[in-house]
Nanobody, 125 residues
């Protein structure tokens, strides 16, 4: 059974940094793409970033490009989202997700079959 567990969400001041982690278990993820999404109340889920486990290629939403970085630790089966220069509009519940696909990257949430429970990120002074 696939399990994704996010951690690292917190309250941070504008301009600050956070690193989210997503521990993955239940299968070999070498042919999967891992995505990060976020959602605020009353809004649709928004794509943030994704990384191909097999090739390490990445994709970012324009709103976070240059500020957020996603990476993998194969030994720990963990995906990270490093968030720098945080803004109040980054406040949301952040989810990691997994989709089968070697060498591809998806930004569409519907293509991801597995989701974590989410972690709250609040950017406020």
């Amino acid at each position: 059974q696939v399990q994704l567990v996010e951690s690292g969400g917190a309250l941070v001041q504008p301009g600050g940094s956070l690193r989210l982690s997503c521990g993955a278990s239940g299968r070999t993820f070498s042919n999967y793409v891992m995505g990060w999404f976020r959602q605020t109340p009353g809004k649709e889920r928004e794509f943030v970033a994704a990384i191909s486990w097999s090739f390490g290629s990445t994709l970012y939403a324009d709103s976070v490009k240059g500020r957020f970085t996603t990476s993998l630790d194969n030994a720990k089966n963990t995906v990270y989202l490093q968030m720098n220069s945080l803004k109040p509009e980054d406040t949301a519940v952040y989810y990691c997700a997994a989709a089968y696909g070697a060498g591809v990257i998806y930004r569409t949430g519907k293509l991801y079959a597995y989701w974590g429970q989410g972690t709250q990120v609040t950017v406020s002074s």
